[in-house]
Nanobody, 125 residues
Framework: QVQLVESGGDSVQAGGTLRLSCVASGRTYGRACMAWFRQAPGKERERVAIIENEGATDYNDAVKGRFTISRDIAKNTLYLQMRSLEPEDTAMYYC???????????????????YGQGTQVTVSS
């Protein structure tokens, strides 16, 4: 079993910054795909960013140039550095993971079997 615990969500003004963290524990071995997804009220869950085991990253066009995903393998921790936040970034942010991966990482949220409980990000104008 795998546990993911997010932290770092907060309420900020537009233009502000936040850093989200996600600590993974349990059976976290093998090649991994880790990702951040977000879901706003009344909207579908959407990918924010993905990081592959070897470090390659993928971003939603809406956050490119503003958000950075990174991973500290030794600490089993995933990060999302968010800058120039906009009201449209307001959502519940979820850490997602899949371990023992043999191919590439999917951008679809249903491909990831493990999710954290979520951390709320609210950006006011």
């Amino acid at each position: 079993q795998v546990q993911l615990v997010e932290s770092g969500g907060d309420s900020v003004q537009a233009g502000g910054t936040l850093r989200l963290s996600c600590v993974a524990s349990g059976r976290t071995y093998g090649r991994a795909c880790m990702a951040w997804f977000r879901q706003a009220p009344g909207k579908e869950r959407e990918r924010v960013a993905i990081i592959e085991n070897e470090g390659a990253t993928d971003y939603n066009d809406a956050v490119k140039g503003r958000f950075t995903i990174s991973r500290d393998i030794a600490k089993n921790t995933l990060y999302l550095q968010m800058r120039s936040l906009e009201p449209e970034d307001t959502a519940m942010y979820y850490c997602a993971a899949r371990f023992d991966v043999t191919g590439g990482c999917s951008t679809h949220h249903l491909w990831y079997p493990y999710y954290g409980q979520g951390t709320q990000v609210t950006v006011s104008s």
